[in-house]
């Protein structure tokens, strides 16, 4: 008696301990729900399709939610480029978790169990799935809709398909980015004769527009006849690889060379010896046939640490823009015209001049971060059936503005702020001058450099006129010193910072 009624008991509290887990790992998978909705609304649908449609949820343990995407370049990607923004929308819907891991699953080695093969062939099946996903990656995922079906190339070589939403007519002209459009415009107008300008690199920070500007001149240069074939770096990379497992990497290299425009983004990506040797030949191949190239990045070519110097040379020799920052009349254009195109499918949308002056002066970091907080007004709109005022935007948009990035901080800019603050010129802190009067900028520049860029020490010796890495150090350590004795010398430097992050 005594034995069945623990046993009674304990099936009892086991019962409600499985209750308990049911209800956790219910709340978990509606956490994960909004986590979802909310990344898809700030990232807009075609980032969310292409990058976390296929990111899945496997289990919260720890605070830290366990997720998997099926392959491990999709892995890389979203730990390099979106790791932080899932983490900021997880902790917005679900205050438990703490940190993210993503792995990759296999479905061939959850179908088959582990006593149907030896330990090896498992480990060979679970090979061969990952090879076969990274293969559809390159090659069938994208294949093109029937409006990219006129260009070949783009079949042929696992180009990306562009999107019809991103023109010249579309993008929106201001101060910083005037003169990236013009020559994007006269290079996607320009019939016959040697290619201008060649190659065009456009660089800029995120959500700048210079991705636009690509897909624009893929589509006006295409409706002039010409063959062309846009390409992200990570694209270029695996269709090379995939080709040389195929055995047909020759002709891979033939057909890219036979195109009239190359477009080519994230090119700061692009990674491997032989890869980066297969991408010079091509520059190099494409130019001397005066055919045209374009290139967009996140930073000048000379910044390319990772490139092969020759390759940094050649993307230099042309015609290098860079896109700034929006400036405030600038993203009140961008908002009003993307209000005006969902207010063309949402007749009761309706933002007043006033809220859109406001989330102009309130979200200043880039254009993603603008379409984010017209989703949001419209989401508010639909879902609550009550008017946009300046309060309901406020709260509406309060995350975008409290998690928005830091602006990026350049060495020169650091060398230019601080060789005018102190009255000497930036050759003079390059230079091999010792006096006193260059060496205290020289070494608070050094010191700004180190904190507020990701550069290592001798990537930093190397911009300050090739000085080596324990001299940046030394400089470092000085003024860390000098700032816990020095309160003037304290606030010229946070002084100094703030002026660089602003």
């Known amino acids: 008696m005594y034995g069945e009624g623990q046993r009674g008991r304990t099936g009892g509290a086991g019962l409600k301990g499985a209750q308990t887990m049911e209800a956790a790992l219910d709340d978990d998978a509606e956490a994960w729900g909004r986590v979802k909705r909310r990344l898809r ?3 807009g649908e075609d980032v969310f399709t292409s990058w976390f449609a296929r990111l899945e949820l496997e289990a919260v343990v720890d605070g830290c939610a366990r997720l998997s995407v099926p392959t491990r370049f999709l892995k890389s990607w979203i730990e390099a480029h979106y790791a932080d923004r899932v983490l900021s929308a997880y902790r917005g819907e679900a205050s438990k978790v703490v940190g993210v891991a993503i792995s990759v699953r296999s479905s061939i080695a959850k179908e088959a169990p582990a006593g149907a093969r030896g330990a090896r062939e498992v480990g060979r099946a679970e090979a061969g799935a990952t090879d076969h996903a990274r293969v559809k990656l390159v090659s069938d995922r994208d294949a093109p809709t029937p409006l990219q079906r006129d260009d070949r190339a783009d079949t042929e070589l696992g180009g990306a398909p562009l999107d019809q939403r991103l023109t010249f007519h579309s993008f929106i002209v201001g101060r910083s980015n005037a003169l990236a459009h013009a020559a994007a415009d006269r290079i996607a107008r320009h019939a016959g004769g040697q290619a201008l300008y060649n190659p065009l690199y456009l660089h800029a920070g995120v959500g700048l527009g210079k991705t636009h500007l690509l897909h624009a001149i893929g589509h006006e240069a295409r409706k002039h006849g010409r063959r062309i074939i846009y390409l992200t770096a990570d694209r270029f990379m695996y269709g090379f690889v995939a080709a040389l497992k195929a055995q047909t990497a020759l002709a891979f290299k033939e057909r890219l060379r036979g195109i009239d425009l190359l477009i080519l983004d994230d090119v700061q990506f692009i990674q491997g010896r032989s890869i980066q040797q297969e991408f010079g030949h091509t520059l190099n191949s494409l130019i001397d046939s005066g055919r045209q190239i374009v290139v967009a990045s996140d930073r000048p070519p000379a910044d390319l640490e990772s490139l092969d110097e020759r390759v940094r040379s050649r993307l230099a020799g042309g015609l290098v823009v860079e896109i700034g920052a929006l400036d405030e009349q600038l993203r009140a254009s961008i908002l009003a015209a993307r209000v005006a195109a969902v207010k063309a499918a949402h007749a009761g949308f309706d933002v007043s001049p006033a809220v859109i002056s406001y989330v102009a002066r309130a979200i200043v970091a880039n254009g993603r971060d603008l379409e984010g907080a017209v989703n949001r007004l419209l989401a508010h709109a639909t879902l609550t059936g ?12 309060r995350d975008l503005i409290r998690n928005r ?10 060398q230019k702020l601080v060789a005018s603050h102190y009255n000497v010129s930036r050759s003079d802190i390059l230079s091999e001058r010792r006096t006193a009067a260059v060496v205290k900028p020289r070494q608070i520049a050094m010191y700004l450099a180190k904190v507020l860029t990701l550069r290592s020490l001798p990537e930093i010796g190397r911009r300050f006129g090739g000085r080596d890495h324990t001299t940046v150090l030394h400089a470092v350590r000085k003024i860390e010193r000098l700032l816990g004795e020095d309160t003037g010398l304290h606030d010229e430097v946070e002084l100094l910072k703030r002026m660089l992050q602003e």
């Open 405 to 414: 990035e830091p602006k990026r901080v350049k060495i020169e800019d650091i």
């Open 41 to 43: 609304a700030e990232l």
């Open 386 to 397: 009550s008017a946009i005022t300046l309060e309901t935007a406020e709260i509406a948009i």
